[in-house]
């Protein structure tokens, strides 16, 4: 132990200096808030987004469309990915797991089944959603397509 590695006990010394506590205190006067304007004042709080006058980024940015809040998102699938499916791994029944657990959709996902491809095997299915063309095609070779 030597002079450089000396410290002061733990707690002995505070971390916070406290500001607006008169002259004596090193931090009193404007008590680090700088002279005049808004910030220097009491009860200041800046609006979201201010830049110092300078326009805002949100009013910068050009704004057009319609977001509706209300969208459904689905996962597509299409025939031809279920028939590698049937080819690989030999299933005649899919449903939400099926396809979660071979990596097509995860388990939050709504499925929506479409047409392109070809099916060649009668298969069971079951998923969220299906295209009008996804059910003739599947139920054309006996399958059934079941919205859950």
Same mark, same amino acid.
């Given at each position: 132990m030597d002079l450089s590695n000396l410290k002061p006990a733990e707690g002995s010394v505070k971390k916070e200096k406290r500001i607006g506590r008169g002259q004596g205190s090193?931090?009193?006067?404007?008590s680090t808030r700088g002279n005049k304007?808004?910030?220097?004042r009491s009860g200041y709080s800046s609006k979201l987004g201010f830049e110092g006058g300078q326009m805002p980024l949100y009013r910068?940015?050009?704004?057009?469309?319609f977001k509706n809040i209300n969208r459904v998102e689905f996962r597509g699938v299409n025939l031809e990915v279920i028939q590698n499916l049937v080819d690989s791994k030999g299933v005649t029944v899919i449903d939400i797991s099926i396809l $979660?657990?071979?990596? #097509? *959709?995860?388990?939050?996902?709504? $499925? /929506?089944?479409?047409?392109?491809?070809? #099916?060649?095997?009668?298969?069971? @299915? !079951? *998923?969220?959603?299906?295209?009008? !063309?996804?059910?003739?095609?599947?139920?054309?070779?006996?399958?059934?397509? $079941? /919205? @859950?």
């Open positions: 090193g931090r009193g006067g404007t304007g808004a910030k220097s910068r940015v050009p704004k057009f469309g $979660v657990a071979n990596g #097509l *959709a995860s388990k939050n996902d709504k $499925v /929506k089944i479409l047409a392109k491809g070809d #099916l060649k095997a009668k298969i069971d @299915i !079951s *998923a969220h959603s299906f295209s009008a !063309s996804a059910i003739k095609a599947i139920e054309a070779l006996g399958g059934t397509a $079941v /919205k @859950i």
